[in-house]
Each structure stands twice: as C-alpha cells, then as structure tokens.
C-alpha cells in the first residue's frame, strides 16, 4: 500500500500526557477513556493500545460495531448506546452494554446476558432510564457493573451541574452496582464530588480544551498535507472557485492535497492556517473538495512534495471556525493516513 498523501500526525507522549493529567485530576477515582466515532477520529485502536499500555481500563464507545474494532486487545469495552435485537447474535466477549431504557433492560434479562452497565437520566433527557424507574425496581437484580449519568453542561457554570449529581448520588448503595461514574472532561474538572468511582474524559484526552481547571493539555492531533503544485499568481488573477480570492500583487501559492471531503471544511475558506517552520501560510479562497491554496510568499523553499501542517490548536481553531472542538476532530476523513510518533 502506498502512503497517502494526506497525514494526521498524532502524538503518543502527549495523548499519554493528557490521559495521566486526567487521571491525576480524577483523584481516587479511576479514568477511563471515551474512544467512539473511531477514538474522536484518530483511530480507536491506535487510541486504546496506547491508553491501554499506560494503565488505562475501562473504554467507551457507542455501537457494537466499534467495540468489535477494538477485539484482541485485550480491553473491556463498554458500549453506550445499550443493546438492540440486531446486536444479542454476535456480540463480541469483551465488551458490554450500558442499558438505557425498559426495552434494553428486558431484552439482557431474557437473554441473561451477565455483567452490563446501566446509564440513568438525571436530567438531560438524552440517554438513560429514569429515576422513577429505578425506584419502581426496574434495575433490581441485575449485575451492573457500572451505574452511569452523563453531565449536560459541565462545560459551564450550570446550576444543572449540581442537580444532577445531586440526583445521581441519591441512587449510592440503591442498586448493587459496583461502581458509579458522572464526569466526561469537563465534569471531571468540577471536583471530587463529581468523580465517584470512575471517570470517561474524551475530548480533553485528545486536546480539546473544555475548562481551564485541567491545567496543561497538549495538543495530540497535527493534519499535515503535500503539496502538489506550486504557482505565480500575478496581481489581479483570483484563486479557486466562485474566484472569491484576487491577488493583491504578484504572488506565489501552492495547492494541497487536502478539502473539506478531508473534514477541512469551508469555514476555513479565506482563514485557515498552514504552518512551515515559522512560517505562517495562510489559506487563499475556497476550500474545494479535495483541495486547498495556501500563501507561501514566507516559505520561499516550498517545492512541489514538500509536506505542511495545518493550524489545529483546537481552542484556536474552534474559535477561528465556528466549529466545535469535537466536530474539528472527528470530520477528520478516512483519506488520512493515521501516523503515531
Ligand atoms: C462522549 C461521552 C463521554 C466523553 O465526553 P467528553 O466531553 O468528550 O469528555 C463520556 N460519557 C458519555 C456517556 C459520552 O457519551
């Protein structure tokens, strides 16, 4: 197979790095990893096996046909979005689900299925059975491994914090389960009284930045792109479709190998960034599908073949974009080669 010539450059020590920080931050509670839509784009397994090695043990993903991605490595695997009848055939031994309503807790029952995990709602009427429920005894019984809530806006200073982990509490030793987990990234920067047992951070593992309480997180995920020609554009020439970028004076662009079918969208038409060195290469028109122009009048070395990197610093980048953090990472496309160094 030949490479690509599109790359997300992705960094081992600094994925690591996070996951420790977190880990640190969660206190007495264990750290998991939330590693769906294909580890927030930069591949699941690639993800896990470095987590994995670093001690980390309870992943999280949404289907069965992610978790039978992560098979042989030897992980437990929890998968949020429960169990339908198409998943009881074929579910893969190291993984379980995470119950979410009446119908889900019926079908494992009679199916007797063993060890599950169960989310419930308390409060923002996404996923999970509801308290009432679990006070009617629709759980009792059951061998939960890990009883879930999931944080609605940890992100911000909500008072719906408090009241949901209030909530949450008041099912402590209700269950049988043996464990409790609340807090995604962000709610693991609310404190110890939001880690219980065990916490499931995604977006900050990756580099996406949520609060500022978590302190240093590095940046994981660099796309870099090959140049495939260079080119004088003279004074008054435009670049790209619709021509909505007309050169100022005479100067120089090179065309990447990279477009919005790349999950390089076209927000960043006339304001993404390319890096070189210290150079700082900005993008010219619109972004195409499988193409973008950049300003290399500060890289005068820049030839046909030569490899940049794309500005992702995500908070950045968010902001530039319009864009969320986790939106910039998991659009990332199938056409980039996924490299860990
Ligand atoms: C995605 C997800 C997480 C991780 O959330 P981040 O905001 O990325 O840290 C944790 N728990 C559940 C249930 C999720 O769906």
New binding site residues.
């Given amino acids: 197979m030949t490479f690509a010539p599109l790359r997300l450059r992705l960094d081992s020590a600094a994925l690591v790095s996070n996951w420790q920080m977190l880990a640190r931050l969660s206190g007495s509670a264990a750290c998991g990893a ?1 590693v ?1 839509a294909n580890g ?1 784009g930069l591949g699941a397994r690639g993800v896990t096996e470095r987590l994995a090695a670093a001690g980390c043990r309870d992943f ?1 993903v ?1 289907t069965w046909r992610e978790a039978a991605e992560l098979a042989g490595l030897g992980v437990t695997v929890s998968v ?1 979005h429960g169990v339908r009848d198409a998943d009881m055939g074929r579910r893969p031994a190291q993984a379980r689900p ?1 119950l979410n309503s009446a119908e889900q807790v019926r079908r494992w029952r009679e199916s007797a299925g063993g060890a599950c995990d169960v ?1 419930v709602d308390t409060g923002m009427n996404r ?1 999970g059975v509801s308290l009432q429920q679990v006070a009617d005894g629709l759980l009792d019984g059951l061998a939960i491994e890990t009883l ?1 809530s ?1 944080l609605a806006a ?2 911000e200073d909500s008072p719906l914090n408090e009241r949901q982990r209030e909530a949450f509490a008041a099912l402590r030793g209700l269950v049988g389960a043996k464990r409790m ?1 609340l ?6 920067a609310l404190g110890p009284d939001y880690h219980f047992d065990l916490t ?7 580099g ?1 930045v ?1 609060r500022t309480e978590h302190g240093a997180i590095r940046q994981v995920v660099t796309p870099q792109a090959q140049i495939l020609q260079r080119r004088r554009v003279a004074a008054g020439e435009t670049v790209g479709y619709n021509a909505t970028f007309t050169a100022p004076r005479d100067i120089e662009v090179a065309i990447l190998n990279l477009g919005y079918a790349d999950g390089y969208l076209r927000c960043f038409s006339g304001r993404g960034q390319a890096l070189a060195d210290a150079a700082t290469l900005p993008v010219l028109g619109r972004i195409s599908m499988d193409l973008t122009a950049i300003c290399v009048e500060a890289a005068p070395e820049l030839a046909e073949g030569d490899w940049v990197s794309i500005a992702y610093d995500l908070p950045a980048t968010a902001a530039l974009s319009g864009l969320s953090q ?1 939106e910039l990472l998991t659009g990332l496309g199938a056409r980039f080669d996924r490299v860990w160094e």
């Fill in positions: 939330a769906k927030y999280f949404a949020l995470v989310m996923l879930m999931h940890a992100d987990s807090a995604n990234s962000a709610g693991i499931r951070p995604g977006i900050a593992l990756y996406g949520q986790y």
